[in-house]
Structures are given as C-alpha cells and as structure tokens.
Nanobody, 116 residues
Framework: QVQLVESGGGLVQAGGSLRLSCAAS????????VGWYRQVPGKQREPVAT???????NYAESVKGRFTISRDNAKNTMYLQMNSLNAEDTCIYYC??????????WGQGTQVTVSS
C-alpha cells in the first residue's frame, strides 16, 4: 500500500524560496511517474511539475525557470524547489504518484503562503 507524506510548506516573503519534500512508501516509487500539483479553494487542482522514473520533467508555464522537481529513488522521496515565489503561488501543494493509467495516490497536502 502506497502512502505519501508532504512536508516543507510554510510562510515566505515574496521573492523567497521553499523546498517541499514528499516521502513515499512502497517499492512502486522507483518505477512510477510522480509529480506536484496545487489547488486553491474554488479552483481545480492543477499540475505544477512531473518527473518520470527516467528523470524526464515537465513544468507548468507559470513556474518554468523558478521551480525544479527532482527525485531520490534511494530514499523514495521527491522534491520541489521553489524560487522567486510570488503571491500567485499561494495554495496547497500535493504530491502524486501514478499507480496505473487511471489511478493515483495523493499526499495530504502542505500549505504554501507567500506574503506580498
């Protein structure tokens, strides 16, 4: 059974940085595509960045050049380094692991608040 636990969220000033972490259980992590998504109340959850088991990455246009997704398969952990944060980055961030083509496991979410 796969479980995901996010950490690293908090309050930061505009222009600052945060690093989010997501620790995963289970042997499926190494062979799975994983990613970070974010959601604010009243809006749909949207992808921020994804990374495949082979290290191929994709980013939302709004975070390109500012955010970096990475993974450490030896530690079953994924990361999101967030730089040059602005108020529009304020939301709950969730990590996601693909179980198959139609199912995924989500973490509980971690709040990121950027003061302006």
């Amino acid at each position: 059974q796969v479980q995901l636990v996010e950490s690293g969220g908090g309050l930061v000033q505009a222009g600052g940085s945060l690093r989010l972490s997501c620790a995963a259980s289970g042997s499926i992590f190494r062979s799975s595509t994983v990613g970070w998504y974010r959601q604010v109340p009243g809006k749909q959850r949207e992808p921020v960045a994804t990374i495949t088991s082979g290290g191929s990455t994709n980013y939302a246009e709004s975070v390109k050049g500012r955010f970096t997704i990475s993974r450490d398969n030896a530690k079953n952990t994924m990361y999101l380094q967030m730089n040059s944060l602005n108020a529009e980055d304020t939301c709950i961030y969730y990590c996601r692991l693909n179980l198959d083509l139609v199912r995924a496991r989500w973490g509980q979410g971690t709040q990121v608040t950027v003061s302006s």
